[in-house]
């Protein structure tokens, strides 16, 4: 494990926790119609994006032991420079069923 590879899970981990802890009482309508908690949301899927972009430039093996880690990545692109194409539902569906598993696997590369 290179010496950086600690720290981008770590980033990894806290902005998926901060996803998990933020959406736990909420819905799809809830992110649809707060914009603070839409934004709040996207810009932690934007650190986990670039967090895991400067990984596999780091570590690629480290990288490769997250499921999906090229398409984490593409999100992040789509979130930052397509905010205009961004669907909602998409969003919700990753948070319920992609951000879980993320968040195992880090915490599994952390130990």
Known sequence: ????????????????????????????????SERLLRQAIERNFEIIGEAVNRLAQLDPGAARRITKHRRIVDFRNVL????DLID????????????????????????
């Open 1 to 32: 494990m290179q010496p950086k590879t600690p720290k981008l899970l770590e980033d990894i981990r806290d902005a998926a926790a901060f996803i998990r802890e933020v959406t736990a009482s909420k819905t799809l309508e809830d992110y649809r």
């Open 80 to 83: 930052t420079h397509g905010y």
């Open 88 to 111: 909602h539902r998409i969003v919700w569906s990753t948070i319920e069923e992609e951000v879980p598993v993320l968040l195992a696997e880090v915490e599994a590369l952390l130990k």
